[in-house]
């Protein structure tokens, strides 16, 4: 009798089918409108990777530019493409998670869809982790040997102190844990899968700073090359989702970071009400309850705005939902502004100093602003399309 070489032949073997090869990995890529550059990516893997048994799962977030019917018209010839379509969601980090946890492949690699990555670097990674002599292979542009290419100024001094900040999370030494160019042992992720921020672009910090057990890593390094086609996605805001990372990593376990995040806004809240107030009062000399409603008003806005584009990043709402979640967001935070007067007033009564009534009445009003919106204008029904 023929010799199994793994239990997914065994399995197969009573079904009389022909196995050419088992899985042995996957390569997970993330892509928001990459339409144009995922064929290139593909005939890219071919060139190099062909004969493993190996895989492409393309993870898309409804990418407007239809990135998705792409990948399933190439699948359609080539099954070794999938395509996995997320809905009304959008990270970068939490799609390679979502690629992963559909693989079944011992070996895992992650890279980005425009090319930047260098694909003759994977069959190294793979051999690397096959021997054994690491959990997490990665991609290193710090490293003797990799670059950043043509990179200006200022990207390679953010990228650069980025790094630095990592090693508040981190313990231990790697030229580049903001890579997103890595392979690991899917025995390496199980572990750390539940303790995932899922924030943000950079994931491989993350698994490192989530593992329970001290992952073994090794660095092999690579040029990072221009996008074949397409425009970055990197923005301002990803720096803002870097901070909430490392933010969660360090005092998640106490308090959820949306929740600081949350009255981080609420704080800046109080700044433009006060500057629409003394605008609208003092200087135009409105009466003071129409300024105090308008500035209400004002800051409300600003809050629902800057929570919708920082706080709640990851689903934020556009279009019709954005004034919708508006609305949903104003009520909210009215009843809160009655919970926190309510809250103030009885223990102002109670002979509670003024300055910890006060504060009782902000923390209870919000509390309940955090909870009821979060529950509400960025529930999972109102996430919408984005662009
Ligand atoms: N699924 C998913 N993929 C994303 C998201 N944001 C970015 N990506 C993909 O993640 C990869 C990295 O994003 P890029 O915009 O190329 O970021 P970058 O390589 O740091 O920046 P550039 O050098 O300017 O290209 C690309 O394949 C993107 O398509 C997202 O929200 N969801
Ligand atoms: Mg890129």
Known sequence: MMKMESPAMEL???TGEVVVGALELSVIVPTFNERDNVFELVQRLEARLNGNGWEIIFVDDDSPDGTAARVREIARGNPRVRCLQRIGRRGLSSACVEGMMASSAPYLAVMDGDCQHDEGVLPRMLEILRRGEADVVVGSRYTDGGGIGSWNTSRAKMSRFATRLSRAVIRQHLSDPMSGFFALRRDALEPAVRNLSNIGFKILLDLIASSPQRLRLKETPYHFRNRHAGESKLDSQAMWGYVM???DKLIGHIVPVRFVAFGLVGTVG???????????FRVMSIPFRFSQAAATMAAMACNFALNNALTYRDMRLTGWQWIKGLMSFGLACSLGALANVGIASYLFRRDTAWVLAALAGIVVGAVWNYAVTGFYTWS???RGPRS
Request: glycine fraction near 10%; hydrophobic fraction near 65%.
């Open 12 to 14: 197969l073997a009573g």
């Open 270 to 280: 109080v700044f433009v009400h006060f500057a629409v107030l003394s605008t609208l």
């Open 380 to 382: 999972k029904e109102g």
């Open 245 to 247: 990372l490392l933010a």
